[in-house]
């Protein structure tokens, strides 16, 4: 958890009765490969109803109460080792259970990031319909230059819909509504020919417009009566896809049709897919698709807005059907990013090396070659150049071994006076170990300049065997062990590190120390 991050949150929750509660809870627990989103805004879409009054039960839902919503966009608070290209502060939108709450866990697979310039309440109210109308054309077998019937195209996953062929090189594009006011919708979202179902013969309507063939594939959002005219509107060895139930799922239809014409029924839902057959969905997305959406070729239509206290409002404008577009919830100001402390997470690259502060250094070394690690490479009186604790010059020095255990490196230091320095103030404190770990970079300033603007202070710093031989401590030690150090790289000290990793590699017990002159490390050649 950030600084900034509350400990409780608003929810709507479910399974109370016919409305959700707004409710104050913990923010949700983090699991293993999830990512914690902020969510700005979050859409309804009537699968959230459905699960109100219990006609649809998805696999996220696992109690008679739920956290309520399915589809939103957000900023990145705690991103995930499974998604290192959506670090904290990426702006995404996406799909999840509990969406409609102030933080969300998610699958990182169920996110996508948000173009440039897409406003979050724009981005929330396009998840659910992009994936569910990309996955039924894709189970269609759509192809550029195909006829499509968009049958119910004034709800808000239609008009998606219609954009969503139109922008995949569709050919004749048919839809519907039962409002000549709602016409005009469908032809800004691009379809060429509308149908009121109430008033125009819908079959003939779309026989006219394909020269008697009927459409390659039809996309029905409303089922009920209507849908037994679907098979013929649609041609021989064509495709009808039934994603939504507006009118029931009760229908009637004709199978002699449907066989001589050798067509194909699919029904699709998300209702019972894992995340990570959901994310398969999301990720059939790009490019194409969020490339539509990146340059405006695909837009979401909203309805209104409201804040989550107002649900009451937003859930009975939807069961009137009185929304064109989408309903969605503002859980943040949509116009200004919510602050995130992105975290230190690889700011310094890799631990290569673990330091050990002790009173006694050799009785040190032999413990540590009694646990099998060695040989060690000992240098007495170092005396840094240009050493500084807290800023002021200090004469400090010390005795220090070095010695592999694979990759990792482990330094014993032991200081021989009583000059200032963070090694003498953690033996004085009471300790002894594990007083640091080490990140070995070439690009030192570049390094020390990043983390002195992200805040860090400088406790001590010198240079071991000339300019490249710099080294800085940095004053993190909250807790025993976890000062931070960064060491130069470009100079002769690789080489000497580089030959004390082989050695070990190749160490068979004998000759467990080797002392070194520490003017070798000043050598342009230290081998």
């Given at each position: 958890?950030?600084?900034?991050?509350?400990?409780?949150?608003?929810?709507?929750?479910?399974?109370?009765?016919?409305?959700?509660?707004?409710?104050?809870?913990?923010?949700?627990?983090?699991?293993?490969?999830?990512?914690?989103?902020?969510?700005?805004?979050?859409?309804?879409?009537?699968?959230?109803?459905?699960?109100?009054?219990?006609?649809?039960?998805?696999?996220?839902?696992?109690?008679?109460?739920?956290?309520?919503?399915?589809?939103?966009?957000?900023?990145?608070?705690?991103?995930?080792?499974?998604?290192?290209?959506?670090?904290?502060?990426?702006?995404?939108?996406?799909?999840?259970?509990?969406?409609?709450?102030?933080?969300?866990?998610?699958?990182?697979?169920?996110?996508?990031?948000?173009?440039?310039?897409?406003?979050?309440?724009?981005?929330?109210?396009?998840?659910?319909?992009?994936?569910?109308?990309?996955?039924?054309?894709?189970?269609?077998?759509?192809?550029?230059?195909?006829?499509?019937?968009?049958?119910?195209?004034?709800?808000?996953?239609?008009?998606?819909?219609?954009?969503?062929?139109?922008?995949?090189?569709?050919?004749?594009?048919?839809?519907?509504?039962?409002?000549?006011?709602?016409?005009?919708?469908?032809?800004?979202?691009?379809?060429?020919?509308?149908?009121?179902?109430?008033?125009?013969?819908?079959?003939?309507?779309?026989?006219?417009?394909?020269?008697?063939?009927?459409?390659?594939?039809?996309?029905?959002?409303?089922?009920?009566?209507?849908?037994?005219?679907?098979?013929?509107?649609?041609?021989?060895?064509?495709?009808?896809?039934?994603?939504?139930?507006?009118?029931?799922?009760?229908?009637?239809?004709?199978?002699?049709?449907?066989?001589?014409?050798?067509?194909?029924?699919?029904?699709?839902?998300?209702?019972?897919?894992?995340?990570?057959?959901?994310?398969?969905?999301?990720?059939?997305?790009?490019?194409?698709?969020?490339?539509?959406?990146?340059?405006?070729?695909?837009?979401?239509?909203?309805?209104?807005?409201?804040?989550?206290?107002?649900?009451?409002?937003?859930?009975?404008?939807?069961?009137?059907?009185?929304?064109?577009?989408?309903?969605?919830?503002?859980?943040?100001?949509?116009?200004?990013?919510?602050?995130?402390?992105?975290?230190?997470?690889?700011?310094?690259?890799?631990?290569?090396?673990?330091?050990?502060?002790?009173?006694?250094?050799?009785?040190?070394?032999?413990?540590?070659?009694?646990?099998?690690?060695?040989?060690?490479?000992?240098?007495?009186?170092?005396k840094p150049d240009n050493f500084t604790y807290r800023g002021e010059p200090s004469d400090?020095?010390?005795?220090?071994?070095?010695?592999?255990?694979?990759?990792?490196?482990?330094?014993?230091?032991?200081?021989?006076?009583?000059?200032?320095?963070?090694?003498?103030?953690?033996?004085?404190?009471?300790?002894?170990?594990?007083?640091?770990?080490?990140?070995?970079?070439?690009?030192?300033?570049?390094?020390?300049?990043?983390?002195?603007?992200?805040?860090?202070?400088?406790?001590?710093?010198?240079?071991?065997?000339?300019?490249?031989?710099?080294?800085?401590?940095?004053?993190?030690?909250?807790?025993?062990?976890?000062?931070?150090?960064?060491?130069?790289?470009?100079?002769?000290?690789?080489?000497?590190?580089s030959y004390v990793k082989q050695a070990a590699a190749a160490w068979d017990g004998t000759?467990?120390?080797?002392t070194i002159d520490p003017e070798l490390l000043r050598s342009q050649q230290a081998g």
């Amino acid at each position: 958890m950030t600084n900034n991050t509350p400990t409780t949150m608003r929810a709507l929750v479910g399974g109370y009765g016919p409305d959700w509660r707004l409710e104050q809870h913990e923010l949700p627990t983090m699991q293993i490969g999830g990512v914690r989103v902020r969510v700005v805004a979050a859409a309804l879409n009537r699968a959230d109803l459905y699960m109100l009054e219990g006609t649809y039960s998805p696999n996220s839902k696992t109690s008679d109460t739920y956290g309520a919503g399915m589809e939103f966009a957000g900023i990145v608070e705690i991103s995930s080792p499974m998604a290192p290209y959506l670090p904290a502060g990426t702006p995404v939108m996406g799909v999840t259970r509990a969406a409609f709450a102030d933080y969300a866990l998610c699958h990182p697979g169920t996110l996508l990031r948000m173009p440039d310039g897409l406003s979050f309440t724009d981005a929330a109210a396009l998840p659910v319909g992009l994936i569910t109308e990309h996955d039924a054309l894709l189970q269609a077998g759509f192809e550029a230059g195909n006829s499509v019937l968009i049958v119910g195209g004034t709800a808000a996953i239609g008009l998606l819909g219609i954009q969503l062929v139109k922008a995949l090189g569709a050919g004749t594009v048919i839809a519907t509504t039962t409002s000549d006011d709602k016409r005009p919708a469908l032809l800004d979202a691009g379809a060429d020919i509308t149908v009121n179902t109430k008033t125009d013969d819908l079959v003939q309507a779309v026989l006219d417009a394909t020269g008697g063939q009927g459409v390659d594939i039809t996309i029905d959002h409303v089922g009920g009566k209507q849908f037994e005219q679907l098979p013929s509107a649609t041609r021989v060895g064509g495709t009808i896809v039934n994603i939504g139930r507006l009118a029931g799922p009760d229908t009637a239809l004709n199978l002699d049709e449907v066989s001589f014409r050798r067509q194909r029924l699919i029904g699709t839902t998300f209702s019972v897919r894992t995340p990570e057959e959901i994310a398969q969905v999301c990720a059939a997305l790009e490019p194409e698709v969020m490339a539509a959406v990146a340059d405006g070729r695909i837009t979401a239509r909203i309805d209104r807005t409201y804040p989550p206290e107002e649900f009451l409002d937003a859930a009975s404008r939807l069961r009137a059907n009185q929304a064109l577009g989408k309903i969605v919830f503002l859980f943040a100001d949509p116009d200004t990013q919510p602050t995130v402390d992105r975290p230190v997470a690889n700011f310094f690259g890799t631990i290569a090396q673990i330091g050990y502060v002790v009173k006694n250094l050799d009785a040190a070394i032999q413990h540590w070659i009694s646990l099998g690690v060695g040989p060690w490479f000992l240098t007495k009186g170092v005396k840094p150049d240009n050493f500084t604790y807290r800023g002021e010059p200090s004469d400090m020095v010390m005795d220090v071994a070095v010695a592999n255990s694979g990759d990792i490196q482990i330094e014993l230091i032991q200081p021989v006076n009583d000059a200032p320095s963070m090694y003498r103030d953690f033996l004085v404190a009471g300790h002894e170990g594990m007083q640091h770990v080490a990140y070995w970079t070439t690009e030192y300033q570049d390094l020390h300049d990043r983390a002195l603007a992200a805040g860090f202070v400088v406790g001590q710093e010198g240079a071991i065997g000339g300019p490249q031989g710099r080294f800085c401590y940095f004053d993190t030690d909250r807790q025993p062990g976890t000062v931070i150090e960064i060491s130069d790289m470009a100079g002769p000290k690789a080489l000497l590190f580089s030959y004390v990793k082989q050695a070990a590699a190749a160490w068979d017990g004998t000759q467990p120390i080797v002392t070194i002159d520490p003017e070798l490390l000043r050598s342009q050649q230290a081998g």
